[in-house]
C-alpha cells in the first residue's frame, strides 16, 4: 500500500506526543508506518521538511488560517488570536519547538494579510503592523516553550522553589514573587499579551 502524506503528519504528531522532539526520528517514525526510512523521502526531502509539514498541520488543526473580519475590532481580534495559537503550541508535546523558525506559507498568507489590514486601517505603515504581528507570535513562541520546559522539568525542579529567606534583602522581588508565585497561568498570559496590546495602542495614538 501506498505511504500517504497525511499518513506520515498525523502518526508523526503522535510520535512527538509520546517521545518528545529529541527522541523523534525518521528512523523511528518509518518502524512506527512499518516502512523503511527511504519510503519516507517520497514526501519530505529532509526531517526538517517534515517538521514543518508537522508544524503546519498543528496550526490547520487549530484554525490558525482564519482570516480576521473586516472592521473587527483590532485588539480583541489579536487578541484571542494571540490565545488560539498559544493553545495550538501547548495541544501537541514540544510544540513550540516544533513551531520555532517556521514562515508562513502560501495557505496562511490571507490570514496575515487580513491582520496586517486591521492594524493598517486604525493607523499603523505595513512595516509596523507586521512588526507588531511579529513581536506577538515571539511573545506567544517563548512563553509556551517556558510553559513546555517547566512542565518537562517540573519532578527534577521539584523542592527547588525561592523561600522567602532567600529574598530577604530584596523586598520589591519578594513582593513580586509572592504576587506570582501561585498565579493563573492563563491570567498571567493574558497579562504579558495585555502589555504588548497596549504598546501597540500607544503607538496608534501618536
Same mark, same amino acid.
Given at each position: ?36 526510512? #527511504? &519510503? ?8 526538517? +521538511? *517534515? $517538521?514543518? /509539514?508537522?508544524?503546519? %498541520? ?47 506559507? #502560501? &495557505? ?8 496586517? +489590514? *486591521? $492594524?493598517? /486601517?486604525?493607523?499603523? %505603515? ?81
Amino acid at each position: 500500500m501506498k505511504l500517504q502524506r497525511d499518513e506520515v503528519i498525523r502518526t508523526a504528531l503522535d510520535l512527538l506526543d509520546e517521545v518528545g522532539i529529541d527522541g523523534l526520528s525518521t528512523r523511528r517514525l518509518a518502524e512506527r508506518l512499518g516502512v523503511q526510512s #527511504p &519510503a519516507l523521502y517520497w514526501h519530505f526531502r529532509n526531517k526538517r +521538511a *517534515l $517538521l514543518d /509539514a508537522m508544524a503546519k %498541520a498543528m496550526m490547520v488543526e487549530a484554525g490558525m488560517e482564519r482570516p480576521a473580519e473586516p472592521g473587527a475590532d483590532w485588539r480583541s481580534w489579536i487578541a484571542e488570536d494571540a490565545r488560539r495559537f498559544r493553545r495550538a503550541l501547548l495541544s501537541r508535546r514540544d510544540g513550540a519547538r516544533l513551531h520555532a523558525g517556521t514562515r508562513p506559507e #502560501p &495557505a496562511e498568507f490571507a490570514a496575515v494579510e487580513s491582520e496586517t +489590514a *486591521l $492594524l493598517c /486601517a486604525q493607523g499603523l %505603515a505595513p512595516a509596523d503592523a507586521l512588526r507588531a504581528q511579529i513581536a506577538i507570535s515571539r511573545y506567544v513562541v517563548g512563553w509556551v516553550l517556558e510553559e513546555q520546559a517547566d512542565a518537562a522539568d517540573a519532578g527534577a525542579r521539584e523542592g527547588e522553589r525561592m523561600a522567602a529567606a532567600d529574598l530577604a534583602g530584596y523586598p520589591l522581588f519578594a513582593e513580586g514573587m509572592a504576587a506570582l508565585r501561585d498565579a493563573d497561568p492563563d491570567a498571567e498570559f493574558d497579562h504579558g499579551l495585555g502589555l504588548l496590546l497596549d504598546g501597540i495602542a500607544a503607538r496608534l495614538a501618536r
